[in-house]
């Protein structure tokens, strides 16, 4: 019987590039895709462009736990719309695939005054960090790397967006010893045939991350 794998994806902060690594993930795994939390354009979300982008016979959209309307963190916007978000709620869906998580904004981004977006990660779970390049880059990826280790999250890869910068890289990776698994380009604009690109061009790496972390 094969593993099934959860995966988490999240990152250094918002608008990093969360979504577009989940549907290569979900395209190179064909895995299930899930994200518990829609903070915001609800016309679009991100379980409908992951959707758009991706194209196999095997991945299945979940619904999203929480839809909200305002473009917040998930406290603010449940907060307007007079709704408590319940951590125990948050149950993944049962599949027999794989399955990509898809978390909002960064590791620290509150649901409540008690819970936050990393309460969401079980001991299961693998976690991929999304570093974008931009100045403070290495210290809010130092800092969500420290984190995911102190709440005992060890399975962990790294994917960077952006123009290779070999000084940023080299020092994140020199303090945290974690594996890339790949690197997203700064592209025009993306499609089906682009996140397939990606998608075959990573796989080899995720599948042996994955094994790697058995």
């Known amino acids: 019987m094969k593993e099934i794998h959860k995966i988490f994806i999240t990152g250094i902060g918002t608008e990093v590039g969360k979504t577009i690594v989940s549907a290569i993930f979900a395209q190179a795994l064909k895995a299930d895709y899930w994200k518990p939390i829609q903070c915001g ?14 194209q196999n016979e095997k991945s299945r959209f979940h619904p999203e736990t929480y839809r909200l309307h305002h473009p917040l963190s998930p406290h603010a916007a449940a907060r307007l719309e007079n709704i408590t978000l319940k951590k125990e709620k948050i149950q993944a869906p049962s599949t027999s695939n794989h399955l990509i998580i898809e978390g909002a904004g960064g590791l620290l981004v509150p649901l409540s005054e008690r819970y936050t977006i990393a309460d969401l990660i079980q001991t ?59 690197r997203l380009n700064e592209e025009d604009y993306l499609n089906i045939t682009i996140i397939k690109n990606y998608a075959n061009i990573w796989q080899k790496t995720i599948l042996k991350w994955l094994e790697n972390q058995s």
């Open 124 to 182: 299961d779970y693998k976690v991929i960090l999304v570093s974008r390049h931009y100045l403070g880059s290495i210290n809010h990826t130092l800092l969500s790397l420290n984190y995911l280790k102190e709440i005992n999250i060890a399975k962990i890869g790294l994917i960077f967006n952006g123009k290779a910068q070999s000084s940023t890289e080299n020092i994140i990776r020199e303090h945290c010893k974690f594996p890339l698994i790949g």
């Open 41 to 54: 354009d609800l016309q679009n979300s991100d379980t409908k462009k992951v959707s758009s982008m991706i």
